[in-house]
């Protein structure tokens, strides 16, 4: 094939679905380019179209969807006009996909061996003996320990980054010459993305490998693609290299994405993140011209709703385009989001106080098999010797990778588990050994939650303003049904929700809207401390800006305490007052968010600050991987628990005795074997452009 030919072309896509309401237009007016060994980003708020485009060329719409007019070329072929044996010929073969949740892709009951071979197997003409070694093979590219070990595993017997490598190898045992990837790493811990990213950059290239990959992660979008398309309601409003889009976007949308994302040089006080106003339309609710238009600051009635806009070539750059009426109008280089700085809200007194905490899970064993054996009980430590505290109207973080502990300190803190030893101290009164049933309602009251997955905790039979009003009854907020009315009405203003909204289940909100439900439900009866478990990690970009808006406003108004758990470093460095980081059930760093941020660095610290992705090509950022999984917390190392994957290992004492704690300054506090001068030597992991003092021009509109 030629290099000067595209892999893949969409030519004037449109995309509809039929329902019972009619025809729903899903995708309008869509061209892409692919070429040889190009990277290409598809980016914006869900419901833009992104994943329906890579349906699409997979020919997998369903019964419904329909390519209702334009080309999908693949290597010059319209893929409209090939018989399904061709498709199935070139699915898995020529063209492979990697979805976001990797048990969308893997059977639980066959082990992963026997579903690596079925790919050379029905695609080429080979014996079982080579399908095995190429399986083999191809493990041990996408760099897994032990691929013997893994090849005879079930699913179910891995790690999620193991299974996402897995399906990573799954999809290149053919060498396909377009790889199409949907979220791959949104359910990851934040290292182990950065090793699949790596991973995908370095097998790419080896193989000549050209991909979609669609993201709302833009600094994803940075680490691994040539080119970059930002889509709005179903079409592309921008397009151009990834370096030109994001130091020079010139589409109204493209700025409000960037101002919604936590960037370094993002304050939540100074410099707080602008939410894009208003929402989506739906398909069949576009309006007349630009789709943007009811959102956009710079809507200039009879220009921008007049006829549909068309992409244009932006005037000083070749091979950026973009679609809007006046764009060549607006003064880019002082344009700036409209931040409305907030007053911060000085900490206060000792609210939350945890004091060498541990919670040890015992392992349930087959009896008889515990007997033969003669081993004693085994136990999950959970947690070890945590302490730490919390100030009123303070947002402390928790972050580190999953298994590290953070939600077990959740469930302990809001009594569902009883701590082991230690104690948990609430405005005076020690909680540890008392689980939620046993606690005053007063104390209950004090100490609410809100959760990652809101519809969880939300029942869909009942309205909103029932689920509401029942916290204030039970609590004993108010108890006339008038009060209790309005005072679901306030906290739907609060939460900045229309007071009719009262009336609705949960079915009939976004996942924005019902976020927004729980964060009126945990502060309806005032609460002292707040935990927000990953509360924003589900949620697009501008939904996320808002949400964390929210809550620094609900927190400085009536001066709450927030325990923010996180792996989302960006929103963690914007968010918090304090950090704590936990490996394997330990502390290893705590401190004001400005030291933790900066050096000396816990090695672990450090390693976590490198793999998250920064959406500012001007931001310089070292670059450390770690090796290998964290650690079975049933069999945790000895000496220091992060000694096994530390690439600043120093010897035989790292294996041997646990870390001291080391106070670096007042507040920052390390556990580790180096030395004062090496930890105070080391050099910042991010590193903001030579002129510090004014933020990166991507960075304005936050």
């Known amino acids: 094939m030629s290099e000067t030919q595209p892999i893949l072309e969409c030519r004037n896509l449109c995309i509809s679905y039929t329902t019972r309401s009619g025809e729903v237009p899903a995708v309008v007016d869509f061209n892409l380019k692919v070429m040889p060994g190009q990277g290409i980003g598809l980016v914006g708020e869900s419901g833009c179209g992104k994943s329906t485009v890579a349906l699409a060329i997979m020919q997998y719409l369903g019964s419904n969807g329909y390519i209702k007019s334009g080309e999908i070329l693949f290597k010059g072929r319209d893929m409209r006009e090939m018989s399904e044996e061709e498709l199935r010929s070139i699915r898995g073969s020529r063209i492979a996909m990697i979805y976001q949740e990797p048990m969308a892709s893997l059977n639980p009951s066959m082990k992963i061996g026997e579903q690596l071979m079925e790919v050379p197997l029905y695609h080429e003409d080979i014996n079982r003996e080579e399908a095995a070694q190429r399986s083999f093979e191809m493990l041990e590219a996408v760099k897994l320990p032990d691929p013997t070990r893994i090849m005879g595993a079930y699913p179910h017997q891995l790690s999620g980054g193991q299974q996402q490598r897995v399906v990573i190898a799954m999809a290149l045992l053919s060498k396909p010459d377009l790889l199409l990837l949907d979220e791959p790493t949104t359910a990851l811990d934040v290292t182990v993305e950065r090793g699949i990213v790596d991973l995908i950059n370095e097998i790419s290239a080896e193989f000549g490998t050209s991909m979609i990959y669609i993201s709302h992660n833009l600094g994803l979008i940075l680490d691994t693609c040539d080119r970059v398309t930002v889509m709005y309601s179903g079409e592309a409003v921008e397009e151009g290299t990834v370096q030109r889009v994001f130091t020079h976007m010139r589409h109204p949308y493209t700025h409000g994405l960037f101002a919604t994302i936590p960037l370094p040089g993002t304050d939540k006080n100074e410099r707080p ?8 339309p739906l398909p069949h609710e576009r309006p007349q011209g630009c789709y943007f238009g009811p959102r956009c600051a710079f809507f200039e009635d009879g220009v921008c709703n007049g006829d549909h806009v068309p992409m244009s070539t932006v005037a000083e750059a070749e091979g950026h385009y973009v679609r809007c009426a006046r764009y060549a109008d607006v003064n880019w280089e002082d344009h700036d989001h409209e931040a409305v700085a907030t007053k911060s809200v000085k900490s206060g007194k000792t609210v939350l106080q945890v004091e060498k905490l541990k919670k040890y899970y015992e392992v349930e064993e087959d009896p008889f098999m515990a007997m033969l054996s003669g081993s004693e009980a085994r136990q999950v430590k959970a947690n070890e010797d945590l302490s730490f505290i919390a100030r009123e109207a303070e947002t402390v973080a928790i972050v580190g990778e999953s298994g590290c502990g953070k939600s077990t300190l959740a469930k302990v803190l809001m009594g569902l588990e009883e701590a082991t030893s230690g104690r948990v101290i609430l405005n005076g009164k020690e909680l540890g050994k008392t689980d939620v049933r046993s606690r005053e309602a007063e104390t209950v009251n004090s100490l609410q939650m809100v959760f990652q997955n809101p519809f969880d905790t939300l029942n869909p039979s009942h309205t909103i303003g029932s689920q509401i009003g029942r916290v204030i009854k039970k609590f004993g907020i108010e108890t006339d049904k008038n009060k209790i009315r309005e005072k679901v009405g306030e906290l739907l203003d609060i939460v900045k929700l229309p007071r009719e909204f009262a009336n609705r289940r949960p079915r009939q909100l976004s996942g924005g809207q019902k976020q927004r439900v729980g964060i009126a439900r ?31 406003e609900i927190q400085n108004e009536l001066k709450t305490t927030l325990i923010f758990i996180s792996h989302d470093l960006s929103v963690v460095r914007y968010l918090s007052d304090r950090v704590v980081v936990m490996y394997l059930g330990h502390i290893v760093e705590q401190g004001e968010t400005e030291q933790v941020f900066a050096p000396p660095y816990h090695p672990y610290t450090e390693a976590l600050l490198s793999a998250v992705p920064i959406a500012d090509p001007e931001v310089q950022q070292k670059h450390i991987v770690l090796e290998g999984d964290i650690p079975s917390s049933v069999n945790p190392p000895s000496g220091c628990p992060f000694h096994t994957r530390c690439p600043r290992k120093i010897g035989r004492i790292c294996e041997t005795d646990v870390p001291p704690v080391k106070t670096m300054e007042a507040g920052h506090k390390i556990a580790c074997h180096l030395e004062d001068d090496v930890l105070n030597g080391m050099e910042p992991v991010i590193t903001m452009p030579d002129d510090a003092g004014e933020a990166p021009q991507n960075a304005e509109v936050g």
């Open 273 to 280: 993140l602008v939410p894009i106003p208003g929402q989506l």
């Open 522 to 552: 945990a502060f309806a009866g005032n609460p002292s401390v707040v935990i927000a478990d990953e509360p924003v990690s589900a949620l697009d970009v501008s939904v996320q800006a808002a949400v964390t808006g929210l809550l620094t």
